[in-house]
């Protein structure tokens, strides 16, 4: 009778239009998908490349005198070791001159390169004799000679180092933590020295034997590039590039003031 009942009073209710079906069971609504970024990665793809050229008596390099050390001389019986403070050839070509961004870049932060810059005692001399490095970045010093060696700098931003390496291919790894340029030198042979550059930024180029150099991926902008050289005044120049362009900023530089 009860079953009677109920089911008379549904179908009163469906007559009457006020069954009340349960609603469907729904699924919480999903997040909407992130909007697209809209900063753009900055394009560094410029280049700027130019040579170096002194004007001017071609100077000869010095010949050192390597008698007091027995090993450096037998090395050098036929080929004599000549000084690095001024290389070029018959045409003024200028070595061992870096060219730098010396303004320009703003506040742009720039990732460390992954690999060290290589510097080698090798022929009692240094290897490279300039070289540009980053701050933070590490700075392998090898032994390529069977003498000893004793690597000393006397910076005044970084902190001041020397160590001996008396074996061929030993190694060790130094980081200059400030901008600076600094003389690297040898406590046993006088005349080895180099030139390390430590910038903020990796955007430099040292001049090879044929006094060219070569700056790649650079942001599009205005620059101001600075021409260093141990021996010759600090020169400037002002150049703006875009975006895949390749400029072309040549120095020359001379002894006279």
């Not at 720039?110 to 001399?125: A, N, S, Y």
């Not at 200059?176 to 430099?204: G, Q, S």
């Amino acid at each position: 009778m009860k079953i009677l009942a109920l089911l008379s009073f549904a179908v009163a209710l469906m007559a009457a239009g006020r069954v009340l079906l349960p609603a469907p069971a729904t699924s919480p609504a999903e997040p909407p998908p992130p909007a697209p970024s809209q900063e753009k990665k900055e394009e560094r793809s410029a280049t700027i490349k130019g040579s170096v050229k002194f004007k001017g008596i071609i100077p000869k390099r010095k010949k050192i005198a390597t008698d007091a050390e027995a090993k450096c001389s037998a090395m050098h019986a036929t080929d004599p070791l000549l000084s690095d403070e001024t290389v070029m050839d018959a045409a003024g070509n200028l070595q061992w001159a870096i060219v730098t961004v010396k303004d320009g870049l703003g506040d742009r932060k720039f990732d460390l390169p992954k690999t060290p810059v290589v510097i080698e005692q090798k022929g009692c001399r240094f290897d490279p004799h300039v070289f540009g490095v980053m701050v933070g970045q590490d700075v392998l010093i090898r032994n390529k000679d069977e003498l000893v060696h004793i690597i000393h700098v006397k910076p005044k931003e970084n902190r001041e180092f020397g160590f001996s390496q008396s074996k061929m291919g030993e190694e060790r790894t130094k980081v200059f933590t400030n901008k600076e340029t600094i003389r690297v030198f040898c406590d046993v042979h006088t005349w080895m020295t180099a030139w390390a550059v430590v910038l903020e930024h990796p955007y430099h180029g040292v001049t090879g034997a044929d006094g060219k150099y070569t700056i790649k991926n650079l942001p599009a902008g205005k620059y101001t590039l600075e021409l260093w050289h141990e021996k010759y005044p600090a020169m400037t120049q002002e150049v703006e590039v875009k975006d895949k362009e390749t400029k072309t900023v040549s120095f020359e530089v001379t002894d006279k003031p």
